[in-house]
């Protein structure tokens, strides 16, 4: 089973700032890293898949980085909307035994 | 418009059953895998179950393996989770998505709660 290990747990800033989020696999998947954005009683959201392709009507702010095992999700300026819990998540397994990273939530500071 | 919309959490005693259901809508049903992904409170998402477009191939994380069951309706545009022998573990909520390429889940439902207490 692929693990994957997201850092930091909590990450405190404010708005306008730059949030580097990063996501660390335990083995290889290629460039097969999503990223979702999750707010407190509402479903998850896709924002990234293969590491860095925005999906559809997410802002340009948001960036993803990364291939093998070392990802970055980039905030370039947060705004208000963007304070959330962010998970990474592997599809490079087969049988499709999907595995989501343990979050980081980003705070206001 | 895509929508998913997850129905049938309560709750249920240990070692009692509970079926979820998800309508879909906006898109066509047959041609998506299919997945149940759940949260239990103040935790991180897990994922439950995967199921192919034609329902032949199903697989489950490991915890709920013998004890639930992913199945699907084309006809009528719906995914089904059945639970049997709940834990107290189980208590999440549980969220119906679409699976683009079979592994990106590219479209959620609202989640429904499961709370499994005496």
């Known amino acids: 089973e692929i693990v994957l290990t997201q850092s930091p747990a909590t990450l405190s800033l404010s708005p306008g700032e730059r949030a580097t989020l990063s996501c660390r696999a335990s083995q290889s998947v290629s460039s097969y890293l999503a990223w979702y954005q999750q707010k407190p009683g509402q479903a998850p959201r896709l924002l990234i898949y293969d590491a860095s392709s925005r999906a559809t009507g997410i802002p340009a702010r948001f960036s993803g980085s990364g291939s093998g095992t070392d990802f970055t999700l980039t905030i370039s300026s947060l705004e208000p909307e963007d304070f959330a819990v962010y998970y990474c998540q592997q599809r490079n397994s087969w049988p499709p035994k999907l595995t989501f990273g343990g979050g980081t939530k980003v705070e206001i500071k | 418009e895509v929508q998913l919309v997850d129905s049938g959490g309560g709750l249920v005693q240990p070692g009692g059953s509970l079926r979820l259901s998800c309508a879909a809508s906006g898109f066509t049903f047959s041609n998506y895998w299919m997945s149940w992904v759940r949260q239990a409170p103040g935790k991180g998402l897990e994922w439950v179950a995967n199921?192919?477009?034609?329902?032949?191939?199903?697989y489950y994380v490991d915890s709920v393996k013998g004890r639930f069951t992913i199945s699907r309706d084309n006809a009528k545009n719906s995914l089904y989770l059945q639970m049997n022998s709940l834990r107290a573990e189980d208590t999440a909520v549980y969220y119906c998505?679409?699976?683009?390429?079979?592994?990106?889940?590219?479209?959620w439902g609202q989640g429904t709660l499961v709370t499994v207490s005496s």
């Open positions: 199921i192919k477009q034609d329902g032949t191939e199903q």
């Open positions: 998505a679409r699976l683009k390429g079979g592994n990106l889940f590219d479209c």
